[in-house]
């Protein structure tokens, strides 16, 4: 099946630093979402993006398909932006399942 | 507007019980999805349900079973439960269209311990 691989696993940095996450799949897909999970569990949904670059207030994100990698960036961050973060991937065959990378905890200090 | 909501929110049960799980979608969803997430790791897909059929089952024993009612709220059940069932049960509603950027919105999640 399709792999999805993050990084960096774990990040700390302090409060108005910027930030890039990023996420490999090993396969093509016709889905790509980023998450975010904040420390009480709760999942939101950031980005629809299986290609190109969007961009909401201080996050982006880019996808490039033909490479297979995706990558969030978070500028000038808040404490609240603090959690895991998530991609998931959706191939055409895949039964309406996406498949989840392991995240990227981010700590934002003060 | 009300949000996905998911009851219990923590259950503790023992090894060989039965439990139910309960998923409310935001109105105006017909889609149901099942998350099973270990600590410290990401979401894996148990089930997906729209308009009260299973669209979409992942790697999951038969011990789990789920249904979706008539008004779009579902349950999940697992029968017969083993230590490595104790995770983070979300639920995710959408509206059910068959596109990829069919945004899924998150309940809570029931915290379930098995003992």
């Known amino acids: 099946g399709i792999q999805v691989e993050q990084s960096p696993p774990d990040l700390i940095l302090q409060e108005g630093a910027n930030s890039t996450l990023r996420c490999n799949f090993s396969?093509?897909?016709?889905?790509l979402q980023w998450f975010h999970q904040n420390p009480w569990g709760q999942l939101i949904n950031l980005f629809y993006?299986?290609?190109?670059?969007k961009q909401n207030g201080r996050l982006s994100a880019t996808t490039v398909a033909t490479e297979r990698y995706s990558l969030l960036y978070i500028s000038s961050s808040q404490t609240t932006d603090s959690g895991v973060y998530f991609c998931?991937?959706?191939?055409?065959?895949?039964?309406?399942?996406?498949?989840w990378g392991a995240g990227t905890k981010l700590i934002i200090k003060p | 507007d009300a949000g996905v909501t998911q009851s219990p929110t923590h259950l503790i049960k023992t090894r060989g019980q039965q439990v139910t799980l309960r998923c409310s979608p935001i109105?105006?969803?017909?889609?149901v999805s099942w998350y099973q997430q270990v600590l410290g790791q990401g979401p894996q897909f148990i089930f997906q349900?729209?308009?009260?059929?299973?669209?979409g089952r992942g790697n999951f024993p038969d011990r789990f079973s789920a249904r979706q009612f008539p008004n779009y709220s579902s349950e999940l059940n697992v029968n017969a439960l083993l230590l490595g069932d104790s995770a983070l049960y979300l639920c995710?509603?959408?509206?059910?269209?068959?596109?990829?950027?069919?945004?899924?919105?998150f309940g809570p999640g029931t915290r379930l311990t098995v003992l």
């Open positions: 995710a509603s959408s509206l059910g269209r068959l596109a990829a950027d069919d945004t899924q919105y």
């Open positions: 109105s105006g969803h017909k889609s």
């Open positions: 349900y729209y308009e009260k059929e299973e669209r």
């Open positions: 396969d093509s897909v016709n889905n």
């Open positions: 993006i299986p290609s190109g670059t």
């Open positions: 998931a991937v959706e191939r055409d065959d895949s039964n309406y399942q996406l498949i």
